[in-house]
């Protein structure tokens, strides 16, 4: 049994249902919400400014996996990998050396990528802070003298076009790991490696046949033998052999010559079985890839670098002349350091990190296919490789299904920016690609991306995508919002109260006496049922929280 609220009142289907306990599932499913959708229904402020510290398809991307619940599956595919060492190790003889060095190199990368999953928790946890400062310290000189708010916004525009280049470093750095060097190679090289390559799979698939029709051959001609040893008249010993000997010529003759378009030998004898077909999957796919996108992405960072020199050498220029503006423009600069550092340092280690965890992909494999020869056959040995097709599954999964979810979230997204965002009319509609890049484009094509990341702008942008996940979710749980108008304008404020109490089911504000007030709160009088005033008094040195009806 179900109660609901403070009186406890029993929930139960109509009487027309008649699958019971299909009603209470589907109650359940819908009225409680997973942990990884918690936070988009239940946030404050300081969640907003973290997740707006991240580049924008960063925040696209966990805000997906966050809806679809791919965190859980992530955490499943870790504590799988683990799990399958662990079966591999306990096959393992405590003599073999080879199998305790693979095993000893898998918790050396195990512990890297620890190092570097906590360098990237260390800049997420410090960046919202000094993003803050930041903007508090533009927000506070910004008005007084014009040099003041000058100095201010060319450091800002340095930083943004500095990062706008990082960026760039970063898709450039990706590129050339990935997959340029094979577009480059040509279409005809790629073309005859790929036949190559499929001539290497014919022949392996050959040299199996016969390899396993090899071994049932003695067997066939051990029975043979038996045959001829019973037959009456018995058969003398010339003619026994002669008979054996064709039947062996006739069976060699069914695997010779090798078949049509089977490679004499193996060119590429590091590729067998599925690899060989994941380098015959790449190469089909590379074929898009050219010069040309190399040299854009050149071009964006020598734009952007250049761009980042000559605001520094303007604000340089009149730094001199503003002594307050000096020492805004000092702070300022350390921040925009200590941003760029903890930017780079993050960045640098969640490129590691994907270099990393693909040597530990290699490297369980490498595990698994010795204690496979070790202990073949072992129940430990399948279990670990249950857990590893598990886990090839999930990965599967994870590639598959964030891309599913592209299309809706930006139609919703582009409906709540269009409500929340001062000015909005200028971004028609917003564009996530399968990978989560985000083009806010103007009714011209225009991609307007970088003109609306003001620090405003990169908070509505996160709200309009919390907003987002949470009407393509279907749930109807209350959205609780604790102090949500920070660092926005006049006009964004309206625009985000309005697109938040616009909703179905009951929305929570906790607001301080400075943000629902005057015409913000008139801008949502009729949605609001009732008000309550939080006042936190000291009783012997604890604080206590009492909660006042209030008449709006």
């Not at 060989?276 to 734009?303: C, F, K």
């Not at 008000?531 to 929280?545: C, H, I, R, S």
């Amino acid at each position: 049994m179900i109660y609901e609220g403070a009186k406890r009142i029993p929930v139960a289907p109509p009487a027309i249902v008649n699958d019971v306990d299909q009603w209470f599932r589907e109650f359940i499913a819908q009225t409680f919400i997973p942990p990884s959708l918690a936070e988009f229904f239940l946030f404050d402020g300081e969640q907003v400014q973290r997740y707006a510290a991240k580049a924008m398809a960063k925040q696209v991307e966990a805000a997906i996996k966050g809806l679809l619940g791919l965190p859980v599956l992530e955490s499943l595919k870790e504590s799988l990998g683990k799990y399958a060492d662990a079966r591999r190790k306990s096959a393992a003889l405590p003599s073999d050396e080879t199998v305790h060095a693979v095993e000893a190199e898998i918790e050396r990368l195990l512990d890297e990528i620890r190092v570097k999953k906590e360098i990237i928790q260390h800049a997420d946890t410090l960046l919202p802070a000094l993003e803050r400062e930041q903007d508090q310290l533009v927000q506070q000189f910004g008005g007084r003298e014009i040099t003041v708010a000058m100095v201010s916004d060319l450091t800002r525009d340095e930083e943004r076009f500095r990062a706008a280049a990082s960026d760039a470093t970063e898709a450039l750095i990706k590129l050339l790991n990935e997959e340029i060097a094979l577009a480059l190679a040509g279409p005809d090289l790629r073309a005859r490696t790929l036949a190559r390559l499929r001539a290497e799979e014919l022949r392996e698939a050959w040299e199996a046949g016969k390899t396993q029709g090899s071994a049932n051959l003695e067997r066939y001609l051990a029975r043979l033998r038996e045959g001829l040893d019973q037959l009456t008249p018995p058969l003398e010993e010339p003619k026994r052999e002669a008979v054996l000997s064709l039947v062996r010529e006739a069976w060699e003759a069914l695997w010779h010559p090798a078949p049509e378009g089977c490679a004499d030998s193996y060119r590429f004898a590091g590729l067998m079985g599925a690899v060989r077909q994941q380098a015959i999957d790449r190469l089909i796919t590379v074929g898009a890839r050219s010069a040309a996108d190399l040299e854009e992405l050149l071009l964006t960072i020598r734009t952007n670098q250049d761009a980042a020199e000559a605001k520094k050498r303007e604000r340089l220029a009149i730094e001199p002349h503003a002594p307050e503006a000096q020492r805004v423009s000092e702070r300022l600069k350390e921040i925009s350091q200590e941003v760029g550092r903890l930017s780079a340092e993050r960045g640098a280690a969640e490129r590691e990190l994907v270099s990393l965890e693909g040597k530990l992909a290699a490297k369980r494999q490498e595990l698994g296919r010795y204690t496979d020869r070790i202990g073949q056959g072992k129940p430990a040995i399948r279990q670990a490789e249950r857990a590893e097709r598990v886990i090839a599954l999930i990965e599967a999964i994870l590639k598959e299904a964030v891309p599913t979810q592209v299309g809706t979230i930006a139609e919703a997204m582009t409906k709540a920016w269009k409500a929340m965002a001062h000015m909005s009319d200028r971004v028609q509609r917003i564009e996530i690609s399968p990978d989560c890049q985000v083009r806010m484009l103007s009714e011209t094509g225009e991609d307007l991306h970088e003109i609306e990341k003001s620090a405003g702008g990169s908070q509505v942008f996160t709200q309009a995508l919390i907003y987002a996940v949470t009407q393509v979710s279907g749930y109807r749980f209350p959205f609780i919002v604790d102090t949500p108008l920070a660092r926005l304008s006049r006009e964004q404020r309206l625009g985000v109260l309005k697109t938040f109490t616009d909703r179905p089911g009951q929305v929570i504000l906790l607001s301080t006496d400075e943000e629902v007030v005057d015409d913000k709160l008139e801008a949502i009088r009729d949605r609001i049922l009732a008000a309550y005033d939080l006042e936190v008094l000291q009783d012997g040195g604890v604080p206590v929280t009492t909660i006042k009806p209030v008449s709006l």
